[in-house]
């Protein structure tokens, strides 16, 4: 079965589907990429090239995957960077067609809309969309600290501000919320957090803090967490094992824009260290 993907695809660099591409490929997974944006590389602080990918265009390759009965191959879907809104309602016809064939396939939706630094980084209009028809369709979100309190309106300062944000967020719609690039007064000096909710319980996943300009770790994580999950691990160590690749990949990729995805991908399948994921009691506010 294939993980049909709708991100964003660079020539040069690992983001999007292409960073996913090669996480699925280590996996043994079958990759249908599905660009909503193709650019010569990742435009953060570089010069490039390139241009959002119709929806039309999008929802003509989905129509002949009816046509042609590929739906029936469609194992789950994941959404990451959108170029524009109306892709969100082709992801959404998508989801319905797999559906249709009577099997319970997953979406994963990261709601790739801005960070802790920079803000909301994509127009009002495609946040909106993200929010209000991907989110609630959702059995997966992977929300980063920025987006979590934006796609719920809620304080994300504490630890117990987290943990209720993600249970906001949980009641629109998805089962499983990873909340990644948490730091608060809880976290251990230069270190990151990754929270995990899965139904009424709570992990963390802790590692030491890597300062790498590289892009892409986000689309990594997603791709190695999904991966694991269909293979049947359940979401703590599938989290663990996903969180502590990542953690390899940005100590290789050092000071280089790109990550060393490639050069490190051994680390995709068998990280070491493996950073545990931590039971929280969310009764007692995660603490």
Known sequence: MATV???????AGVVGNTAASTVNAAF????????????SNHPAGRAFAGEVVSAQMLAECVATFQ???LIDHVGC????????????????SLLTAARKTGRAVPYACDPVLGDQAAGLY????IAAAVRDELVPAADIVTPNLFELGYLTGAPVETTVDIWAAM???????PSVVVATSVRTSDTPLEHLDTFLLD????????TPHVDSPAHGAGDVL????????????PTPTALSYAVSSVHRILKASGDQPDLALHAACDDLLSPAPVFPAVPRPLSLGGG
């Open 28 to 39: 043994g997974r079958a990759f249908w990429a599905m660009p909503t944006v193709f650019y």
């Open 222 to 233: 997603m791709a190695a967490f999904l991966a694991r999950h269909a293979a049947g691990e």
């Open 67 to 69: 046509e042609n009965g």
């Open 167 to 173: 249970q906001v967020l949980q009641a629109a719609g």
């Open 122 to 125: 994509v127009p009002t209009d």
């Open 199 to 206: 139904g009424a319980n709570g992990w963390v996943v802790t």
């Open 77 to 92: 879907i994941q959404s990451g960077y959108l170029g524009a809104a109306a892709h969100a309602s082709v992801v959404l």
């Open 5 to 11: 993907s709708f991100q964003s695809h660079v020539a």
